[in-house]
C-alpha cells in the first residue's frame, strides 16, 4: 500500500504540479522489513465555493487530462481504504475509470454495503462510461 501511495502521489504531482503532498522517500526499512513512506504535510480545512472550484478546475485541466506514454492507469497496485485496485494502461480515460470504480462498486455490493451508493455508482457508469455500450 504504501509504495502504490507514493507511487501515485508522485504521478498527480506530476500531471497537476503542488496539489498533492511532495513524496520525499518511501521503501521497506531493512532493519525490521516494514514498509514506509515520508511526505510533506498540508494542514488543509474545509473547502470554500471558491477554493472548490479552483480544485475543480485543476482536476479537469489538468490530473484528469495528462496522460502517460502508456496511456491512462497505473504501473503499481494502490488501494482505496482496504480494497486493492485492479491497476493497468488502457487507451482511455473512461475504460481505466470503468475497471476503477466497477471494482469498488462490487466490492460494496458483495458485502452487501451501500446499496444507495452502489446504485447511483451504477447509473453513472450507464450514464457517463458505458454509454457506448448500452
Known amino acids: 500500500q504504501y509504495i502504490g501511495e507514493a507511487e ?3 504521478a498527480m504531482d506530476r500531471a ?3 496539489l498533492v503532498p511532495q513524496v520525499f522517500a518511501f521503501g521497506i526499512s531493512e532493519s525490521d ?3 514506509y513512506m515520508l ?3 498540508l494542514d488543509l480545512g474545509s473547502l470554500d465555493n471558491k477554493s ?11 490530473l484528469h487530462q495528462f496522460k502517460s506514454d ?9 488501494y482505496c481504504g482496504a480494497t486493492r485496485m485492479r491497476n493497468g494502461w488502457y ?13 469498488l462498486l462490487d466490492t460494496l455490493k458483495s458485502g ?14 450507464k450514464r457517463y462510461v458505458l454509454y457506448d455500450s448500452v
Open 8 to 10: 501515485s502521489l508522485k
Open 16 to 18: 497537476a504540479p503542488g
Open 33 to 35: 522489513s516494514r514498509p
Open 39 to 41: 511526505s510533506e504535510y
Open 52 to 62: 472548490g472550484a479552483e480544485l475543480g478546475k485543476r482536476l479537469a485541466t489538468e
Open 70 to 78: 502508456q496511456g491512462f492507469g497505473f504501473q503499481v497496485p494502490t
Open 91 to 103: 487507451a482511455t480515460w473512461e475504460e481505466c475509470f470503468d475497471v476503477m470504480i466497477g471494482d
Open 112 to 125: 452487501g454495503r451501500f446499496p444507495e451508493l452502489c446504485k447511483k455508482g451504477d447509473q453513472i457508469r
